[in-house]
């Protein structure tokens, strides 16, 4: 199994910055995809930004321009830059482990942006 630890999370106000980290222990394979998602009250779970093993990285439109995504060099922590924030990204940020066999959900943490 795999298991994922998230931190990071805050209250910003608008404009801010935030750097969410998210640590993958256990039976992880380092070329397996690993992604941030976020879900804001009555909304649906949203994925916002994604790594692959190979570096390659993918964001929702929304994260374009100011957020940033990376893995460390042995590819067990994932790490969102988010800049330039906005109420709108207001939302419990979920890490997510996409392995072959595993996949696994982090326990989420909260990030607020206040106007």
């Known amino acids: 199994q795999v298991q994922l630890v998230e931190s990071g999370g805050g209250l910003v106000q608008a404009g801010g910055s935030l750097r969410l980290s998210c640590t993958a222990s256990g039976s992880m394979v380092a070329a397996s995809t690993m992604a941030w998602y976020r879900q804001a009250p009555g909304n649906q779970r949203d994925l916002v930004a994604s790594v692959s093993g190979d570096g390659t990285t993918n964001y929702a439109d929304s994260a374009k321009g100011r957020f940033t995504a990376s893995r460390d060099s042995a590819k067990r922590t994932l790490i969102l830059q988010m800049n330039s924030l906005k109420p709108e990204d207001t939302a419990v940020y979920y890490c997510?482990?996409?392995?072959?066999?595993?996949?696994?959900w982090g326990q989420g943490t909260q990030v607020t942006v206040s106007s």
């Open positions: 997510r482990y996409l392995g072959v066999i595993y996949r696994a």
